[in-house]
Nanobody
């Protein structure tokens, strides 16, 4: 089970920190990631992190502004979002995968992940 928290309303240029708590699976054996979905749009890959946390991959749209990290001792993954833009407005989903990719850069499709949280709303006002 994946449970997201930390969403909310923020002005453009501001920051938010999303957290995801995982239970019911061996967290340290899972590739973790974040997707988002804006109204009327398809789900979009945001970021992924390897099991150890040593490798990360980001969508071009968030590179340099967002940072994904994980704490395997606490079974949590976070997404630090800085310099937020109105186009970042979406429901953000925490995801997990038990596959063993050669690189997390290949884990960008929704079908790559078998576990999804219920999502948390992020709204960025202009």
């Amino acid at each position: 089970q994946l449970v997201e928290s930390g969403g909310g309303l923020v002005q453009a240029g501001g920051s938010l920190r999303l957290s995801c708590a995982a239970s019911g699976r061996t967290f340290s054996n899972s590739v973790m990631g974040w997707f988002r979905q804006a109204p009327g749009k398809e789900r979009e890959f945001v970021a992924a992190i390897s099991r150890s946390g040593g490798s990360t991959y980001y969508a071009d749209s968030v590179k340099g502004r967002f940072t994904i990290s994980r704490d395997n001792a606490k079974n949590t993954v976070t997404l630090q979002m800085n310099s937020l833009k109105p186009e970042d407005t979406a429901v953000y989903y925490c995801v997990a995968s038990g596959v063993f990719p050669r690189t997390v850069a290949t884990m960008t499709r929704p079908s790559d992940y078998e576990s999804w949280g219920r999502g948390t709303q992020v709204t960025v006002s202009s």
